[in-house]
């Protein structure tokens, strides 16, 4: 059974802006902090931000004042708006709770091209 489904993802010029979703499970979504994760190949998936259930926010050094992270909890959704892309953001993004656990979903990919 799905539990996290990510979309969004596109090819896009240096510069542009991407909005990516999470459709998370109520189990996965309720009480837990979200975050949005990356992986190039042949590296470890690393964080890219999380939400916590009070809003709270963390980002990576390398995002900070370029993407929003953000949660709707009518819709069990995590968003992630990410602005001012630069060629090295070009990643698979997967979303699961933070810290992470379970499985993971499909991810999607961004593609930033210069």
């Known amino acids: 059974q799905v539990q996290l489904v990510e979309s969004g993802g596109g090819l896009v010029q240096a510069g542009g802006s991407l909005r990516l979703s999470c459709a998370a499970s109520?189990?996965?979504?309720?009480?837990?902090?979200m975050g949005w994760y990356r992986q190039a190949p042949g590296k470890a998936r690393e964080l890219v931000a999380a939400i916590r259930a009070d809003g709270s926010t963390v980002y990576t050094d390398s995002v900070k004042g370029r993407f929003t992270i953000s949660r709707d909890g009518a819709k069990n959704t995590v968003y992630l708006q990410m602005n001012s892309l630069k060629p090295e953001d070009t990643n698979v993004y997967y979303c699961?709770?933070?810290?992470?656990?379970?499985?993971w979903g499909q991810g999607t990919q961004i593609a930033v091209s210069s």
């Open positions: 699961n709770k933070f810290p992470p656990g379970g499985d």
């Open positions: 109520g189990s996965i979504f309720s009480s837990n902090a």
